[in-house]
T-cell receptor, first 115, second 116 residues
Framework: KAGVTQTPRYLIKTRGQQVTLSCSPI?????VSWYQQTPGQGLQFLFE???????NKGNFPGRFSGRQFSNSRSEMNVSTLELGDSALYLCASRTGGGISTDTQYFGPGTRLTVL | AQTVTQSQPEMSVQEAETVTLSCTYDTSESDYYLFWYKQPPSRQMILVIR??????QNATENRFSVNFQKAAKSFSLKISDSQLGDAAMYFC?????????????FGPGTRLSVLP
């Protein structure tokens, strides 16, 4: 099975712009979670989508949004970029249902730099 | 809400030696799963090992093993015969088995250095 893929891998934007990141989960996985990772704050949960619905949400401003499509692919959008949004954005997928073997698998991440 | 704590921000170990990374968690649930993830400098998070709370036997994956103490809510990772490739950030994580819709909870991580 192919793993979780994320595009693009690297992105450079300027303050005030918006950005869209994409994540394709492992085949059969219906849950996609997004995390922001920075040296100062560590790994912070953004949100989780399951069957096209946001199921969980972290403590991030409304500039951060996401969606999930019927094929479980997910996109994350950040509007009005700030310097502090520079981070590694990780996507993770899992089956999301009530099975005991449900484990989260991560993609390689998108490195976003805001200038 | 569940929380996961890793009290050692950084650790180092000599190549071929053994090192133990600590993790404690707080939960009121009796059924759950615990994980250790590794994030090397390449940044790809990799699952190292997984433990079901209802199993008394500690999980083992080659040189990686855990010491799961349910009553103490402790879940440490032991790496035997440490190799240079083990140098990475290690995250401990919790997942509820009673509420499968609940998201994974991660600890802050421990950075492990392996000295040649």
């Amino acid at each position: 099975k192919a793993g979780v893929t994320q595009t693009p891998r690297y992105l450079i934007k300027t303050r005030g712009q918006q950005v869209t990141l994409s994540c394709s989960p492992i085949s059969g996985h219906r849950s996609v979670s997004w995390y922001q990772q920075t040296p100062g704050q560590g790994l912070q949960f953004l949100f989780e989508y399951f069957s096209e619905t946001q199921r969980n949400k972290g403590n991030f401003p409304g500039r951060f949004s996401g969606r999930q499509f019927s094929n479980s692919r997910s996109e994350m959008n950040v509007s009005t970029l700030e310097l502090g949004d520079s981070a590694l954005y990780l996507c993770a997928s899992r089956t999301g249902g009530g099975i005991s073997t449900d484990t989260q698998y991560f993609g390689p991440g998108t490195r976003l730099t805001v200038l | 809400a569940q929380t996961v704590t890793q009290s050692q921000p950084e650790m180092s170990v000599q190549e071929a030696e053994t090192v133990t990374l600590s993790c404690t968690y707080d939960t009121s649930e009796s059924d759950y799963y615990l994980f250790w993830y590794k994030q090397p400098p390449s940044r790809q998070m990799i699952l190292v090992i997984r433990q079901e709370a209802y199993k008394q036997q500690n999980a083992t994956e080659n040189r990686f093993s855990v010491n799961f103490q349910k009553a103490a809510k402790s879940f440490s990772l032991k790496i035997s015969d440490s190799q240079l490739g083990d140098a990475a950030m290690y995250f401990c994580a919790y997942r509820s088995a009673e509420n499968y819709g609940q998201n994974f909870v991660f600890g802050p991580g421990t950075r492990l250095s392996v000295l040649p």
